[in-house]
């Protein structure tokens, strides 16, 4: 077998394992701490004969481990059961907001990332001097503060100080593409502006680190302007390490996507799995829990995947 | 030694924060929880910072804030030291099936983002001081862990420590004597950044309703109580956002000066 292939398998194999083990932990960390799900739904007033009864109804009373396989071959067959608050089936409640968040999440990446990676460049041409010391300054900021902070700040210069857009962002079902962009501008600059800053510097420590390299110094003795050499030759070998920042970046836009969301009663996935664990709705926290989790793991399996295909060093292994 | 700016700045406004945080009590000019204006009062004599939404006085609870805040930070940041040392320490002297039970430990809980994990136990546990400290603590000491355990496996090789195992020291004469001591300065720098992250930790939490509970309040919470203002242009939440930016910031100024500090003492001792 080649041994790329081989570095892949193995690396998605085990992200498949960490995202089973992780499935346990969600699982069976909620269920070993103390207070259970029954308690949860008839509160601490709760006499011990309902207790009881409801513990029977919901099926408490097996075996953790087989409700754990029960509740996972029925999640992995589409299955996540039903909230305990309203008994809506989770698994259409969650289809519903999915795709709210999936716009949100890939409207943020299509700006950020084209965005972080100019601004990385710009940073690392002028590398010490002042267009580099703004950029790394202001991101140096954002990264400081946590995202609802952030958040505000962009609320208030932009809804205050000027009043382009509303503080809050509300999409309904029919609204046309672009209506639905004008409501979600605000969400989607905070969500830029979290998830820039990192991989804008990360971006900038890659073509630095390559800048370092010896054909970089024969690109310049041989007379070509910095941006060429930046573009020509440092870029196309800093790819795959940014590559890599942007899809790790991006899994860093799932907890970032459920503060904001929260920011802006943006009706999706995030405020969901918030809403429901104020209420200790425990199937609904297990299931969009899992989701969060599988979406985290996955972006990173597929940044580690990237830079194993696109590191000819590995291709060869002694 | 000369301290740039950027730190001395960085550690006046740390020291007033805490200062402000330790005499909560004397220096706050109204109670925590009874309206003491009229609903959302902009800044004026009486009110520095204006009213909150239920008309009481927000540098009050600004400062009380502070003190919940920094208090919940600093006690979660010691106890994610502590644990996360002293399990990064033993993992690296004991190394064998200690070591791989630890990492992989670590790793799972690392490989989910903290706020969801913090999500998930949270919808379990009862809301308390008490738990948010274990929780935000718990979860930061994985980070703390690896570091340790990195510095630790670099020291455990080390003549000296050697010397001490042959002569037949106990283990925890190792750990703390030996091994402490000289991993001190690379943990002094994270201690800030971990703070930091406790900071913004609680306040996110308090902020989606499921860190500190009314009528306590810190900054996350006051920032959340206070959102829906700005609807109507009222600017109260960002009293407490401006807070926690400020805390945030100014640690790491400090942070930043230890940092560049130690990392210089590892080329050599003169510095």
Known sequence: ????????????????????????????????????????????????VSLANLREKLGLNEPALSRYLTWLWAALHGDLGVALTNGVDIATAIGQRLGNTLFLASAAAVIAVPLAIILGLVAARYNGRWPDKLISGITLTTISLPE????????????????????????????????????????????VMVVLAHMMRMTRAAILNVMQSAYIETAELKGLTPMQVIWRHAFPNAVAPIVAVVILNLAYLVVGVVVVEVVFGYNALGQYLVDHVTKRDLPVVQAVGLIFAAVYIGLNILADVISIVSNPRLRHPK | MRIPLSALVGMFLTASFVFMAVFAQ???????????????EGPSATHWLGTDTIGRDIFSRL???GQITIFV?????????????????LAAVRGGWVDQVLSRAVDLVMAIPSLIVALVVLSVLPLNLTVLILVIGLLDSTRVFRLSRAVAVDIAVMDYVEAAKLRGERQSWVIFREILPNALTPLVAEFGLRFIFAVLFISTLSFLGLGIQPPLADWGGM???????????????????????ALAISVNLVADWVLSRTSSLKGGRGA
């Not at chain 1, 799900?37 to 509160?43: H, M, N």
């Not at chain 2, 004397?26 to 959302?40: C, E, F, Q, R, T």
Request: zero cysteines; a neutral charge.
């Open chain 1, 1 to 48: 077998m080649h041994p790329v292939l081989k570095l892949v398998i193995q690396r998605v194999a085990l992200g498949l394992v960490l995202l089973l083990a992780v499935s346990v932990v969600i699982f069976l960390g909620t269920e070993a701490l103390p207070g259970d799900t029954a308690q949860a739904i008839l509160g601490q007033s709760a006499t011990p």
């Open chain 1, 148 to 191: 609802f902070v952030a958040a505000y700040f962009v609320i208030y210069l932009l809804t205050q100080v000027i009043p382009i857009f509303q503080p809050v962002a509300m999409v309904f079902p029919g609204m046309g593409f672009w209506e639905r962009l004008h409501a979600v501008a605000l969400p989607v600059i905070v969500l």
């Open chain 2, 26 to 40: 004397l220096l706050a000019p109204y109670p925590i929880d009874s309206a003491v204006g009229g609903v959302w």
């Open chain 2, 63 to 65: 400062i009380y804030g």
């Open chain 2, 73 to 89: 930070a600093l006690a979660s940041s010691l106890l994610a030291f502590s644990t996360g040392a002293f399990l990064g320490f």
């Open chain 2, 223 to 245: 920032v959340k109580e206070n959102k829906d203002g700005l609807i109507y242009g009222k600017s109260a939440a960002m009293m407490p956002a401006m807070a926690i930016a």
